[in-house]
């Protein structure tokens, strides 16, 4: 069964600080991967989704990055955060007309 | 935009009565799928109905798809303290770039009294 690893569990980091989210994957090869965003009391907004080495999909034009070195790898980034990049930062992996698999996520902070 | 809005958005019910969600959408899917998040964690999946698929049941859960109403229910019987819980529906549709993923809405939070 495919089991997803996202680190770190909680995140503190000030304003203008740079950000790295990894998740990784095991039980499953060539993944469908995703990083979903959710702010408090709200739904999850899709901001990136891959589907191979390299191929990176942008859905919200905004102040992250994404990046995809290896199959099962999948990292979430920025160069500078802001107040409104805080929220709960969720990893899943699966293929469109199956279950999602969710990571346990990341909840960041920005100071 | 996000597509999959659940009503209500908060249910408190006593333990062993029945919770119903209902969750309404925009465009045209290829299925829809229920999740259920506890406080502070990821999304557990619940279940999945195709869009050829009317209703579709999973232990106590209860699922119903009204394709022409664009609109679905989750229905919870004998309701346990468990089940407290935040539930979203997720339908699966072309988003931006044109590949199909699911879309959240913002949830129906359940508060099971014991």
Redesign the interface.
Known sequence: SQTIHQWPATLVQPVGSPLSLECTVEGTSNPNLYWYRQAAGRGLQLLFYSVGIGQISSEVPQNLSASRPQDRQFILSSKKLLLSDSGFYLCATGQPNSPLHFGNGTRLTVT | S?Q?EEDPQALSIQEGENATMNCSYKTSI??L?W?RQNS??????LI?IRSNEREKHSGRLRVTLDTSKKSSSLLITASRAADTASY?C?P?KR???G?????????TRLQVQP
């Open positions: 996000q999959g290829n299925n799928q999740y502070g964690r990821g999304l557990v999946h999945l979203f997720a699966l988003v931006g770039t590949r199909r993923a699911l879309t959240f809405g913002s949830g």
